[in-house]
C-alpha cells in the first residue's frame, strides 16, 4: 500500500506542470492527503481555490445548508467548451426525459453525479473528491470533453465533522493501529448521521431532512445519468462496487443492469493490476427507494454504491483481522480510482447513455396508470408536498367511479372519487418512480435483503386508494382548500376535529401559549355537527385569563391551517357537554426522552426531529448515564426510543421508572425498548414466541450453504400489516377502527391480560405488502402492535412497531401525539 502512495505523490508533483496555480490536495492542505483528516471548512476552501484556479472549467455553488450552518456545496466541471453551455447541456437532457418541453437536442455528453460521505464516519470519501477532482482536471482531462462532472464533496458536513473533531481529539501520534485503540471506538451516536441522527441514505425518497431536500432540488435540475454514492464497510471487507446484488426492482432496465456491469469490469482493470481485493454482486441489492443508488435508478441513471473497507473504526490506520494495515492513504486511492474509472467508462459511453438515458423514461408498458387517492384533506395534502419534493405531478380526479386494485381490501375495487381525491399518474417522465412509491406491493426476485420490502405510500399516508389499469382525468386544481375561521366573541368557545399531525401542531401551539384545551372522550353533537373522539375544545371559561382570547386562537388556527367552529353553547344536543367528566382538560405534559448509550441513535434521533421540527413542542433529553440521578418527577412522560436497554435497566432502574409511573408518570417505550419489560414483574408484556419455540423452527439438516435462505422463513423485512384498532381508546383517536402497520422485524408480543390492547392483529394475520416468512407469521398470531397499561395512577404504553421509523409513516404519528397528550391524561400538577 505504500507504493501507491508513493505513486500519488509521484502524480502529484508532476501534475503541477499543467495548471501553474492549481495546488494539488496535499500542496493546499499543508500535509499529505490521507495522513490527516480534512475538516469540512477546509474541503470547501480546496474547490474554490481550484474554481478560482479554472474558472472556466470548474464552477462552486452552495445549494443548502446544514443544521449545524455548514454550507452544502457542488461542483460542476467539465471542458471550457461544455462549460460555456452548461445551461443548455442540462436542459437538452431534461428535455430528454421528458422533463422539460420541447424538441430534445440530444446531447453527446455524459453526466456524471459523484456523492460523497453520505455516511459521516465512512470519512475517506471525501478525502477521495479532493483529489478525484485534481486528478480529473490535469491527467484525465480528456474524459472532461464529453462528460460534465458533478461533485457533492460531502452530502453529510455535520456527521463528518462531528467524526473527524472527535477523531483529531482522540487519535495518538502517530496513530495507533490496535484496533482496541480508544481512537478506533466512536461514542455514541457516531459520526454516520446528520445532525438529528437520520440516516442520509435511507432519506432519499422521504426527503425529511435539510440535506436531502436541497439536494433534491438540484438533483431534479440535473437528472445525471450516473450517480455514485461512495461508502465504507468494515475493516476486515475490500472493495464493493458495481453490479449490484439481487432483488433488483423490476423497473430497471436491461441497460441499467448491464452498463453496472460494464462499469465494474471497468473498476476491475485497475484493482486486478494493483493486486486490490473487490467483491460485486453481493450484499447490496436495489429495491428499497430511498437510497442513493436506487433513487438515481429509478429516476433513470445508473445507479451505484462503492464501499471501501475502513469506516469509522479505521481511523487513520488500522490492524485488520487479516493482519494487513489499512490506512487513510489506501481508502482514499481505491475510491479515487474508482471515481475516475467511472468518469472514463462514462465518457467512453457517452452516446449510449444519453440514448438509453432517454429510453427510461418511456412508461408506456406500466400496468398501473394512475393511482387514486381518497381521505382527509390534511393527509391528501401532506402526501402532495413529499411529491414536491420529488417533482412528480398530480391532479385531482373529476368525480366518477374508478376500478381497480383496492388497497383496503387487497382484491379488486372501486371507489366513487370526488374532486378532492388525488390522482398519480404513470403517464409522466417520473413515471416509474411513481410506481415504485405507490404500487400495492413490489415484486421480489429474491427474498434476501438489505432493507425494508413494503413502503407504499397509500398505506403509509393512511389514504384509501386504488391502482387503476387505465387512465384516470384529472382537474389540475383543486378544491377549496382551508376555509377561513371566523371568530365569534359570544361563542362559549370553539370545536375542532382530531384527524391529522396539523391538528397536533394546533394543540401544541396553543398549549405552548397557555391556552386550555379540552378534548372529548366521547362523540357530541352540537349545532348539527357531530364531533368525534378527540375533537378538541377551546372554552372561553377556562380562558378568563387570556387577553386577546378570540384574536389569539385565531392567530394560531390561521397559521395552522385549522377552522375551528364557533359554538355557541355548552349544552349538546346529544353526548357530553362542555363540562362533562368525559371531556377533559389537556394538561400540557413535561415530556423527556432518553439518550445516549444503550438507545438506538436513529431512534432518538427520529423522536428529536418529531418534536423539534414536526411538532414544535418543548421535550428534555435525558442521557441514559444520567437516568439514576435524575428527579423523574419533574416530567409527566418519559420516551424510551427503540434501544438495547438489557445491560443497562438493573433492578434498581426498573423500580425508580415503576415508582415514577405509580405515582402519574407516562412511559412510552417504543419497539426495543419493550423487550426490557417483557416478562418483568408489574408489566403485562409478554414474548408472543419462546426462544425455544422460535429453535424448533430451524430445520436441523438444512445444507451449510442453504443455511442463510432457509432463515428467511424467520424473517420479516419490513411488511406491512393491517390491524384491529379500538378506536375508543385515547390512544387511537382520530383513526378508523383498522390501521396498516409497517412491521420491521419478527419480534411479537401477546396481547395484554390486564391492559388496553389498542392495535392488535388477530388469527393467522397475513401482510398486504412486503416479506414476511412463514415461520414469522404463525409468531404474529394474536400479537400487539400498540397497546396502554395503567400502573398506579400512571401508564405504560407500548409501541411496538416504531411509527417513528425514518419519519415517513405519516399515519403512525398521531398514535404517539395521543399518547403524549391523551392516554390517561389525569397528569399530577409538577
Ligand atoms: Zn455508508
Same mark, same amino acid.
Given at each position: 500500500?505504500?507504493?501507491?502512495?508513493?505513486?500519488?505523490?509521484?502524480?502529484?508533483?508532476?501534475?503541477s506542470i499543467?495548471?501553474?496555480?492549481?495546488?494539488?490536495p496535499?500542496?493546499? !492542505?499543508?500535509?499529505d492527503?490521507?495522513?490527516?483528516?480534512t475538516r469540512?471548512?477546509q474541503v470547501?476552501?480546496y474547490f474554490?481555490h481550484?474554481e478560482?484556479?479554472?474558472?472556466?472549467q470548474?464552477k462552486?455553488?452552495q445549494?443548502?445548508?446544514?443544521?449545524e450552518?455548514?454550507?452544502?456545496l457542488?461542483?460542476?466541471?467539465?471542458?471550457?467548451e461544455?462549460m460555456k453551455?452548461?445551461e443548455q447541456?442540462?436542459?437538452?437532457?431534461?428535455?430528454?426525459?421528458?422533463v422539460?418541453?420541447?424538441?430534445?437536442t440530444?446531447?453527446?455528453i455524459?453526466?456524471?453525479?459523484l456523492s460523497?460521505?453520505?455516511h459521516?464516519?465512512?470519512?475517506s470519501s471525501?478525502?477521495a473528491?479532493?483529489?478525484t477532482?485534481y486528478?480529473?482536471?490535469?491527467?484525465n482531462?480528456e474524459?472532461?470533453?464529453n462528460t460534465v462532472v458533478?461533485?457533492?464533496?460531502?452530502?453529510?458536513?455535520?456527521?463528518?465533522?462531528?467524526?473527524?473533531?472527535?477523531?483529531?481529539?482522540?487519535?495518538?501520534v502517530?496513530?495507533?493501529?490496535?484496533?482496541q485503540?480508544?481512537?478506533h471506538?466512536?461514542?455514541?451516536?457516531?459520526g454516520?448521521?446528520?445532525?438529528?441522527?437520520?440516516?442520509?441514505?435511507?432519506?432519499?425518497?422521504?426527503?425529511?431532512?435539510?440535506?436531502?431536500?436541497?439536494?433534491?432540488?438540484?438533483?431534479?435540475?440535473?437528472?445525471?445519468?450516473?450517480?455514485?454514492?461512495?461508502?465504507?464497510q468494515g475493516?476486515?471487507?475490500?472493495?464493493?462496487?458495481?453490479?449490484?446484488?439481487?432483488?433488483f426492482?423490476e423497473?430497471?432496465?436491461?441497460?441499467? &443492469?448491464?452498463?453496472?456491469?460494464?462499469?465494474?469490469?471497468?473498476?476491475?482493470?485497475y484493482?486486478d493490476?494493483?493486486?486490490?481485493?473487490?467483491?460485486?454482486r453481493?450484499?447490496f441489492?436495489?429495491l428499497?427507494?430511498?437510497?442513493?443508488d436506487?433513487?438515481p435508478?429509478?429516476?433513470?441513471a445508473i445507479?451505484?454504491t462503492y464501499?471501501?473497507g475502513?469506516?469509522?473504526?479505521?481511523?487513520?490506520?488500522?490492524?485488520?483481522?487479516?493482519?494487513?494495515?489499512l490506512?487513510?492513504?489506501?481508502r482514499?486511492?481505491?475510491?479515487?480510482?474508482?471515481g475516475?474509472?467511472?468518469?472514463?467508462?462514462s465518457?467512453?459511453?457517452a452516446?449510449k447513455l444519453?440514448?438509453?438515458?432517454?429510453?427510461y423514461?418511456?412508461n408506456?408498458?406500466?400496468?398501473?396508470?394512475s393511482?387514486?387517492l381518497?381521505?382527509h384533506a390534511?393527509k391528501i395534502?401532506?402526501?402532495?408536498?413529499?411529491?414536491?419534493?420529488h417533482?412528480?405531478s398530480y391532479?385531482?380526479?373529476?368525480?366518477?367511479?374508478v376500478?381497480?386494485?383496492?388497497?383496503?381490501?387487497?382484491?379488486?375495487?372501486?371507489?366513487n372519487?370526488?374532486?378532492?381525491?388525488?390522482?398519480?399518474?404513470?403517464?409522466?417522465?417520473?413515471?416509474?418512480?411513481?410506481?415504485v412509491l405507490?404500487e400495492p406491493?413490489t415484486?421480489?426476485?429474491?427474498?434476501?435483503?438489505?432493507d425494508?420490502t413494503?413502503?407504499?405510500?397509500?398505506?403509509?399516508?393512511?389514504?384509501?386508494? /386504488?391502482?387503476s389499469k387505465?387512465?384516470?382525468?384529472?382537474?389540475?386544481?383543486?378544491?377549496?382548500?382551508?376555509?377561513?375561521?371566523?371568530?365569534n366573541?359570544s361563542a362559549?368557545?370553539y370545536?375542532?376535529?382530531w384527524?391529522?399531525?396539523k391538528?397536533a401542531?394546533? !394543540?401544541a401551539?396553543l398549549?405552548?401559549?397557555?391556552i386550555?384545551?379540552?378534548?372529548?372522550?366521547?362523540p357530541?353533537?352540537t349545532q348539527?355537527?357531530?364531533?368525534?373522539r378527540?375533537?378538541?375544545?377551546?372554552v372561553?371559561?377556562d380562558?378568563?385569563?387570556v387577553a386577546?382570547?378570540?384574536?389569539?386562537?385565531?392567530?394560531?388556527?390561521?397559521?395552522?391551517?385549522?377552522?375551528?367552529?364557533?359554538?355557541i353553547?355548552g349544552?349538546?344536543?346529544?353526548?357530553p357537554?362542555?363540562g362533562s367528566?368525559?371531556?377533559k382538560?389537556v394538561?400540557?405534559?413535561? /415530556?423527556a426522552?432518553?439518550?445516549g448509550?444503550y438507545?438506538?441513535?436513529l431512534?432518538?434521533?427520529?423522536?428529536?426531529h418529531?418534536?423539534?421540527?414536526?411538532?414544535h413542542?418543548?421535550?428534555t433529553?435525558?442521557?441514559t448515564k444520567? !437516568?439514576?440521578?435524575?428527579n423523574l418527577?419533574?416530567?409527566?412522560?418519559?420516551?424510551?426510543?427503540d434501544?438495547?436497554?438489557?445491560?443497562?435497566?438493573?433492578?434498581?432502574?426498573?423500580?425508580?421508572?415503576? /415508582?415514577w409511573?405509580?405515582?402519574g408518570?407516562?412511559?412510552?417505550?417504543?419497539?426495543?425498548?419493550?423487550?426490557?419489560?417483557?416478562?418483568?414483574?408489574?408489566?403485562?408484556?409478554?414474548?408472543?414466541?419462546?426462544e425455544?419455540?422460535?429453535?424448533n423452527?430451524?430445520?436441523?439438516t438444512?445444507?451449510y450453504?442453504? &443455511?442463510?435462505?432457509?432463515?428467511?422463513?424467520?424473517l420479516?423485512?419490513?411488511a406491512?400489516?393491517?390491524?384491529d384498532v379500538?378506536?375508543?381508546?385515547?390512544?387511537?383517536?382520530g383513526?378508523?377502527?383498522?390501521?396498516?402497520?409497517l412491521?420491521?422485524?419478527n419480534t411479537s408480543?401477546?396481547?395484554?391480560d390486564t391492559g388496553?390492547?389498542?392495535a392488535y392483529?388477530g388469527d393467522?394475520?397475513?401482510?398486504v405488502s412486503?416479506?414476511?416468512?412463514?415461520?414469522?407469521?404463525?409468531?404474529?398470531?394474536?400479537?400487539l402492535?400498540?397497546?396502554?397499561?395503567r400502573m398506579?395512577?400512571g401508564?405504560?404504553?407500548? /409501541?411496538?412497531?416504531?411509527?417513528m421509523?425514518r419519519s415517513f409513516?405519516?399515519n403512525?404519528?398521531l398514535?404517539?401525539?395521543n399518547?403524549?397528550?391523551?392516554?390517561?391524561?389525569?397528569?399530577a400538577e409538577?
Amino acid at each position: 500500500m505504500i507504493k501507491s502512495f508513493a505513486f500519488i505523490l509521484a502524480f502529484v508533483c508532476s501534475a503541477s506542470i499543467f495548471a501553474q496555480n492549481l495546488q494539488s490536495p496535499s500542496g493546499f !492542505l499543508g500535509y499529505d492527503i490521507g495522513t490527516k483528516f480534512t475538516r469540512h471548512h477546509q474541503v470547501m476552501d480546496y474547490f474554490k481555490h481550484i474554481e478560482a484556479q479554472l474558472p472556466k472549467q470548474v464552477k462552486v455553488e452552495q445549494y443548502g445548508q446544514t443544521n449545524e450552518r455548514r454550507p452544502l456545496l457542488l461542483v460542476y466541471l467539465s471542458s471550457e467548451e461544455n462549460m460555456k453551455n452548461i445551461e443548455q447541456i442540462r436542459e437538452n437532457n431534461l428535455k430528454n426525459a421528458g422533463v422539460l418541453e420541447g424538441p430534445s437536442t440530444t446531447n453527446d455528453i455524459a453526466i456524471v453525479w459523484l456523492s460523497y460521505n453520505v455516511h459521516g464516519n465512512e470519512a475517506s470519501s471525501t478525502e477521495a473528491s479532493m483529489l478525484t477532482i485534481y486528478k480529473l482536471l490535469t491527467e484525465n482531462k480528456e474524459y472532461l470533453k464529453n462528460t460534465v462532472v458533478i461533485i457533492d464533496p460531502c452530502i453529510n458536513p455535520d456527521g463528518r465533522d462531528r467524526y473527524v473533531n472527535w477523531y483529531n481529539k482522540t487519535a495518538s501520534v502517530p496513530y495507533n493501529i490496535d484496533q482496541q485503540a480508544s481512537e478506533h471506538s466512536e461514542p455514541w451516536p457516531g459520526g454516520r448521521p446528520n445532525h438529528y441522527l437520520f440516516d442520509l441514505n435511507r432519506d432519499w425518497a422521504w426527503a425529511t431532512q435539510v440535506e436531502t431536500q436541497a439536494r433534491l432540488k438540484v438533483y431534479n435540475k440535473w437528472l445525471p445519468h450516473i450517480h455514485v454514492d461512495f461508502h465504507e464497510q468494515g475493516i476486515n471487507e475490500p472493495y464493493y462496487f458495481a453490479p449490484a446484488a439481487e432483488p433488483f426492482h423490476e423497473v430497471i432496465s436491461d441497460w441499467q &443492469r448491464n452498463f453496472q456491469t460494464q462499469i465494474g469490469e471497468n473498476h476491475a482493470k485497475y484493482f486486478d493490476a494493483e493486486g486490490w481485493l473487490y467483491f460485486t454482486r453481493e450484499r447490496f441489492d436495489l429495491l428499497y427507494p430511498s437510497y442513493g443508488d436506487t433513487y438515481p435508478t429509478y429516476m433513470g441513471a445508473i445507479g451505484m454504491t462503492y464501499e471501501q473497507g475502513g469506516h469509522g473504526r479505521a481511523g487513520l490506520g488500522v490492524l485488520n483481522d487479516e493482519g494487513e494495515v489499512l490506512t487513510l492513504v489506501d481508502r482514499l486511492t481505491h475510491h479515487t480510482t474508482t471515481g475516475i474509472s467511472t468518469v472514463e467508462i462514462s465518457s467512453q459511453n457517452a452516446k449510449k447513455l444519453n440514448t438509453e438515458f432517454g429510453n427510461y423514461f418511456d412508461n408506456s408498458k406500466l400496468l398501473y396508470k394512475s393511482y387514486v387517492l381518497q381521505g382527509h384533506a390534511d393527509k391528501i395534502e401532506s402526501l402532495t408536498l413529499l411529491l414536491d419534493k420529488h417533482e412528480i405531478s398530480y391532479g385531482f380526479a373529476q368525480g366518477g367511479k374508478v376500478t381497480g386494485f383496492d388497497y383496503w381490501s387487497s382484491k379488486q375495487g372501486q371507489l366513487n372519487t370526488t374532486t378532492n381525491d388525488l390522482v398519480v399518474s404513470t403517464n409522466q417522465p417520473k413515471g416509474k418512480m411513481v410506481k415504485v412509491l405507490f404500487e400495492p406491493n413490489t415484486a421480489l426476485s429474491d427474498s434476501l435483503t438489505y432493507d425494508i420490502t413494503a413502503w407504499s405510500v397509500p398505506y403509509a399516508y393512511g389514504l384509501g386508494a /386504488i391502482a387503476s389499469k387505465s387512465n384516470v382525468n384529472t382537474n389540475d386544481k383543486l378544491r377549496n382548500g382551508y376555509a377561513t375561521p371566523v371568530s365569534n366573541s359570544s361563542a362559549t368557545g370553539y370545536v375542532i376535529e382530531w384527524n391529522s399531525m396539523k391538528d397536533a401542531q394546533f !394543540l401544541a401551539e396553543l398549549l405552548k401559549n397557555n391556552i386550555k384545551v379540552r378534548f372529548t372522550e366521547k362523540p357530541f353533537t352540537t349545532q348539527g355537527k357531530t364531533y368525534n373522539r378527540g375533537s378538541l375544545i377551546i372554552v372561553r371559561g377556562d380562558n378568563k385569563k387570556v387577553a386577546n382570547f378570540d384574536d389569539k386562537v385565531f392567530d394560531i388556527a390561521i397559521s395552522n391551517n385549522r377552522t375551528p367552529n364557533a359554538i355557541i353553547s355548552g349544552f349538546s344536543t346529544s353526548g357530553p357537554d362542555f363540562g362533562s367528566p368525559d371531556i377533559k382538560l389537556v394538561n400540557a405534559p413535561k /415530556i423527556a426522552i432518553l439518550s445516549g448509550d444503550y438507545t438506538s441513535s436513529l431512534s432518538y434521533g427520529e423522536l428529536w426531529h418529531f418534536f423539534e421540527q414536526q411538532l414544535h413542542y418543548p421535550v428534555t433529553s435525558i442521557n441514559t448515564k444520567d !437516568l439514576s440521578s435524575t428527579n423523574l418527577s419533574k416530567y409527566n412522560v418519559l420516551v424510551m426510543p427503540d434501544g438495547y436497554y438489557s445491560g443497562f435497566l438493573n433492578e434498581d432502574l426498573t423500580d425508580k421508572i415503576k /415508582i415514577w409511573v405509580r405515582s402519574g408518570g407516562k412511559l412510552i417505550a417504543i419497539d426495543g425498548a419493550l423487550n426490557s419489560f417483557a416478562g418483568k414483574d408489574d408489566f403485562g408484556l409478554k414474548r408472543n414466541q419462546t426462544e425455544d419455540s422460535i429453535e424448533n423452527n430451524q430445520n436441523k439438516t438444512i445444507k451449510y450453504a442453504d &443455511r442463510e435462505r432457509d432463515n428467511t422463513k424467520n424473517l420479516i423485512t419490513g411488511a406491512i400489516f393491517k390491524t384491529d384498532v379500538d378506536n375508543t381508546h385515547p390512544l387511537a383517536f382520530g383513526y378508523d377502527d383498522y390501521y396498516f402497520t409497517l412491521k420491521q422485524g419478527n419480534t411479537s408480543y401477546s396481547l395484554l391480560d390486564t391492559g388496553y390492547n389498542v392495535a392488535y392483529l388477530g388469527d393467522s394475520p397475513k401482510n398486504v405488502s412486503g416479506y414476511a416468512g412463514q415461520e414469522a407469521l404463525k409468531q404474529l398470531n394474536k400479537s400487539l402492535v400498540f397497546g396502554e397499561q395503567r400502573m398506579g395512577s400512571g401508564s405504560v404504553i407500548y /409501541i411496538v412497531d416504531n411509527v417513528m421509523f425514518r419519519s415517513f409513516w405519516e399515519n403512525g404519528k398521531l398514535f404517539f401525539v395521543n399518547a403524549i397528550f391523551f392516554v390517561n391524561n389525569n397528569l399530577a400538577e409538577l
